[in-house]
């Protein structure tokens, strides 16, 4: 097995106009201070060709992308044309896709083949509702999503999966740490018996509510690799002590 760097990854979601592009440079400026850390932001499509060119070498990518390469899909953002403006990154399945858009499995799964043959690196979310988490149906939801959404191959350094209740997430309400860490290992054993090794180099996030004060904890839990940060993303004064506190744990 490879080592796992820390990866924390910023979602921006539908937040941000160019004069938010300041707030990306300072952020990948004060990772640089943390090697150790992998840092990527994810901003809304209209800044991610104004990000890559105002923060170059960074690790920037979009919150969505549609299954397929080019054609009909009024609105919609392939995954090739996020490579082509510079993006190296993708989040497919996140809950308010999920919830919002009815994407189901199958589709998020397809989304996530075509980030990986783009030659994106993909972030695939996963999370119960409260109601499942109530009814200690949590980890059999969560992993039913992850066998229904993750494909058959690909690179396991270019895909991680993101473990965010939906709870969780935008609540300020947290699991417990010995509830996330339960959740991951659990997601850890199922794409062990599923891809073998090459699980133990996949990098599984926690996201759901992460800041500067709960980072240290959560990102220490078992088969925690990073954090998916929402709200504590958009600017450095939040998003810098999230990110020190992944290096800090190295
Ligand atoms: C998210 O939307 O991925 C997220 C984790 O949001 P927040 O950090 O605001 O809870």
Redesign the pocket.
């Known amino acids: 097995m490879m080592a796992r760097r820390k990866y924390v990854v910023g979602?921006w979601?539908m937040n941000g106009l160019s004069d938010a592009l300041g707030e990306a440079q300072a952020i990948f400026s004060a990772a640089g201070a943390h090697a150790a850390v992998d840092v990527a932001i994810c901003p809304p499509f209209t800044l991610i060709g104004a990000m890559v060119a105002a923060a170059p070498g960074a690790a920037i990518g979009g919150q969505d992308c549609h299954a397929a390469a080019a054609g009909a899909f009024t609105g919609s953002v392939a995954a090739p044309m996020l490579a082509d403006i510079g993006a190296s990154v993708v989040i497919v399945g996140?809950s308010?896709r999920r919830e919002g858009f009815g994407e189901s499995d199958a589709d998020v799964r397809a989304k996530a083949e075509a980030g990986l043959a783009a030659g994106l690196s993909v972030i695939l979310?996963v999370g119960e509702p409260r109601e499942v988490r109530e009814s200690g149906g949590a980890i059999d939801h969560v992993l039913a999503q992850v066998a229904g959404s993750v494909p058959d191959s690909f690179d396991a350094q270019r895909l991680a999966i993101?473990y965010?209740p939906i709870w969780?997430?935008?609540?300020g309400l947290v699991p417990t740490v010995g509830d996330v860490a339960a959740m991951h290992g659990a997601i850890r054993g199922a794409l062990s018996g599923r891809f073998g090794d090459a699980a133990a180099n996949m990098r599984i996030l926690y996201?759901?509510?992460?800041n500067g004060d709960n980072a240290a904890e959560l990102l220490d839990a078992g088969d925690v690799d990073g954090a998916?940060?929402?709200?504590?993303?958009l600017t450095s004064a939040k998003f810098v002590p999230i990110i020190a506190a992944a290096a800090a744990l190295g």
């Open positions: 979602n979601k996140h308010e979310c993101a965010e969780a997430i935008g609540t996201g759901g509510s992460v998916l940060v929402g709200g504590a993303s």
